[in-house]
């Protein structure tokens, strides 16, 4: 099992940018691929972009396409979400979530952390 913990929300005017950070205990970090999803208030949560155990392969989301960036430190057991050029729309509880399955995690992930809130003001 694997336990996961977010930080780095907060509020930020439109056009600023977050650093997200999720940091995992338990089993080896390098043996599951992460992702990071969203939810908004009355909406379902959504996929946001996923990174490959070693880092090397990536997946976002169209809406975030050039504006976010996940990345991983396996040394660190942890995951990171740069977001840059926010919106009003990316405005949601973020979550961490990790699988050994790297299908799964773009899916239903098994493990979540408890979610981060940030807010984008216009």
């Known amino acids: 099992q694997v336990q996961l913990v977010e930080s780095g929300g907060g509020l930020v005017q439109a056009g600023g940018s977050l650093r997200l950070s999720c940091a995992a205990s338990?089993?080896?970090?390098?043996?599951?691929?992460m992702g990071w999803f969203r939810q908004a208030p009355g909406k379902e949560r959504e996929l946001v972009a996923a990174i490959w155990w070693s880092g090397v392969g990536t997946y976002y989301a169209d809406s975030v396409k050039g504006r976010f960036t996940i990345s991983r430190d396996n040394a660190k057991s942890t995951l990171y979400l740069q977001m840059n050029s926010l919106k009003p729309e990316d405005t949601a509880v973020y979550y961490c979530?990790?699988?050994?399955?790297?299908?799964?995690?773009?899916?239903?992930?098994?493990?979540w952390g408890q979610g981060t809130q940030v807010t984008v003001s216009s």
């Open positions: 338990g089993r080896t970090f390098s043996s599951y691929a």
């Open positions: 979530a990790a699988d050994s399955s790297y299908v799964k995690v773009l899916r239903t992930p098994d493990y």
